[in-house]
């Protein structure tokens, strides 16, 4: 017997809500394992059966990261108090300047390409390369370089080359921004007699104000995450989030789940929020002009 | 332009003197706008990739004093790498975990944009969920990853309980299986980013051709196959390069897991060249090594912008008009 259409189209909802909602669970319960070990007791981290939700919740797992106040006494997890927020400062002072320097100089960039074709569109493409050549190929003669300039282990190591790998995304995510101003804006500017530099800093970017902090978030994504260029790079005074979680171990024993989980929350979180901000640019900014409204 | 093309009819000679004087201060600026470039290209890029190339033909290891007065030994090191039977492997497994991450990415991810395509009630939530994993760092996730991943641990309970079998993988420890696990844990983090740019692609397919198959009552599924996907065409190579590309460098989450083991089972091209120049410090082997990756990574990033850049000239050819509109 044919089904009616009303019918199919029941069988097509409840579908799809079973296909979304049982990926929905693969998204989420990576996360939801992370936070809730973050609020277990140590004998909870590694059990059988596992524990689904902390009985009881305890803060002592932040406490310890974080603050550097609660010490177990049995298992002596000699964790030196205070790095991960020393490693937090780091990181929001590397990510946030070299952000910044990338959306400024990535933005004037774009201006110049949009306006005066100061890179065709095939070095534009090359630009792309910067970012899609592995950085493991330049690692090693890098922290030679930088040894030799005595810039291993400092912030402004970390500024530069962060700064460099991530120009590529900048210049291209705020070009698509720019080529949305209409031109007539500039002539009236230059017709007043404004200098090309005012017009630049004073109309063009002000224009895309939504869209540089748009670009600037999305790349303050990659810059906060970065991993293997802040490994060779930082060796002991410079250490940022993800390679502090990546040392993060017991003295007697390797797994400290519960302290890694309540780490591993304080560097996600941030990053969340800035994703979730900025959620409907995502696609602008991986897209390279290629997806057009 | 109107104003200077009235004043040149007026006084030829000084609007052609004020014209070249425009144009060489158009030039000044163009030059201002690059430097930025130029210098970071100039005291950054280009030292460094000498610095590369003078590894790779000289000999020298941690152990051998002052790098500088290292011995020149030709293409040896080049020899010795491309004879280096673990370098084919990690080639290899390099390019499988790639391939089978970059089409898992895209397959989930493109059959979640296509059911989330048109509007429905809890589209921002399951929206939000399906981004979430793309903004956890990739170190967090291997360590996550190891919180449930053990014996007896969650994931393996939840399959079981779902199944009704014992299902007892060892993700961690066994050699035929961690490859796979990290290019799960790839696929767990990045289908997100597939998703964004397959619904962006979706969201701007232009209607009027679907609407005109339905009329002439084609089905569902020769829409999907004659229609959409040849109009997704250019997001759906950008989905797949990217993917790819950036799944030939993972380096922190195979790395975190695994370092390179259980025996050399996760021993991708970046774990190896990372264990060869900071583990073993061959120095100048490491270098052959990325340079030799460097050219495979250039001939496949050539060949990815070729395909781009073509894309992207039809598109620019059909925007054309409707930009003109305004």
């Known amino acids: ?38 609020f277990k007791p140590d004998n909870q981290w590694f059990s059988w059966p596992p524990v689904y939700f902390p009985s009881p919740p305890t803060l002592a797992n932040y406490r310890n990261v974080w603050l550097g106040t609660e010490q177990y006494d049995v298992t002596q997890y000699a964790i030196s108090s205070q790095k991960p927020l020393i490693s937090m400062w780091n990181s929001t002072v590397i990510a946030t300047t070299s952000t910044f320097l990338s959306v400024l100089f990535g933005s004037i960039l774009a201006y110049g390409v949009s306006r005066y074709r100061i890179l065709s569109e095939a070095r534009m493409f090359q630009l792309l390369m910067l ?56 002539q009236a500017a230059e017709i007043l007699g404004a200098s090309r530099w005012r017009t630049v800093f004073e109309i063009v970017l002000p224009l895309i104000r939504s869209g540089l902090v748009a670009t600037f978030l999305f790349i303050l994504i990659l810059t906060w995450s970065e991993y293997l260029l802040a490994l060779i790079i930082t060796k002991t005074q410079v250490t940022t989030l ?20 309540a780490l591993a929350v304080g560097i996600t979180v941030p990053l969340m929020i800035v994703g979730l901000i900025i959620r409907k640019h995502l696609a602008r900014g991986f897209s390279f002009g290629m997806v057009r409204r | 332009m109107a104003v200077a093309a009235l004043s040149s009819a007026e006084i030829p000679a000084a609007a052609s003197r004020r014209a070249a004087s425009r144009a060489r201060a158009v030039r000044r600026f163009k030059l201002t706008l690059l430097l930025p470039l130029i210098a970071l290209f100039v005291f950054l890029l280009v030292p460094v990739l000498t610095l590369q190339l003078y590894f790779s033909f000289h000999q020298w290891t941690v152990y051998l004093g002052s790098w500088w007065d290292a011995d020149y030994v030709g293409l040896d090191l080049f020899q010795s790498v491309l004879t280096d039977p673990r370098f084919g492997w990690a080639v290899l497994r ?69 199944t009704g079998l014992d299902f007892q ?7 035929n299986i961690a490859l796979t696990t990290v290019a799960l844990l790839e696929i767990w983090n990045w289908t997100p980013f597939s998703f964004i740019i397959m619904l962006a692609g979706l969201a701007a397919v232009p209607k009027e051709p679907i609407e005109a198959a339905e009329i002439l009552g084609a089905s569902k599924w020769r829409i999907f196959w004659e229609v959409q996907v040849p109009l997704l065409r250019p997001v759906i190579l950008l989905a797949l390069v990217l993917r790819f590309l950036e ?7 195979t790395w975190a897991l695994f370092q390179g083991g259980p025996g050399s089972a996760t021993e991708t091209l970046p774990v190896y060249i990372f264990m060869t120049t900071w583990q073993y410090f061959e120095i100048s082997k490491g270098a052959a090594m990325s340079y030799i990756v460097m050219l495979l990574m250039i001939a496949i990033v050539l060949v990815a912008i070729h395909l781009l850049r073509r894309e992207k000239r039809s598109l620019d050819l059909m925007y054309a008009p409707h930009a003109a509109d305004g």
């Open chain 1, 1 to 38: 017997m044919a089904m009616t259409k009303t019918q199919r189209r029941r069988i097509a909802t409840v579908v799809r809500y079973g296909v979304l909602s049982l990926w929905a669970l693969v998204a989420f319960f990576p996360i939801y394992w992370m936070v809730s070990t973050s």
């Open chain 2, 169 to 175: 993988v060892s993700w961690l420890a066994d050699p």
């Open chain 1, 242 to 261: 993800p390679i502090e979680l990546s040392k993060y171990q017991g003295t007697t024993e390797g797994r400290v789940y519960g302290r890694q989980a």
């Open chain 1, 131 to 186: 970012r899609m050549i592995p950085p493991i190929v330049v690692v090693a003669p890098l922290s030679l370089y930088y040894s030799a300039l005595g810039l291993l282990d400092s912030r402004t190591g970390l500024i530069l080359i962060y700064f460099l790998t991530t120009l590529p995304y900048a210049v291209w995510m705020t070009k698509s921004f720019i080529d949305e101003v209409p031109r007539e804006i500039e």
């Open chain 2, 94 to 162: 390099s390019l499988a975990f790639a391939t089978g991450s970059t089409v898992g990415c895209f397959v989930v991810g493109f059959a979640l944009a296509y059911l989330m395509a048109k509007p429905f009630r809890g589209h921002a939530v399951y929206y939000t969920l399906f981004i979430l994993p793309m903004l956890t760092v990739p170190v967090v996730v291997s360590y996550t990853a190891e919180m449930m991943l053990y014996r007896n641990g969650p994931v393996n309970g939840i399959i079981s309980a779902l």
């Open chain 2, 247 to 253: 799944a030939m460098a993972e380096f922190p989450k």
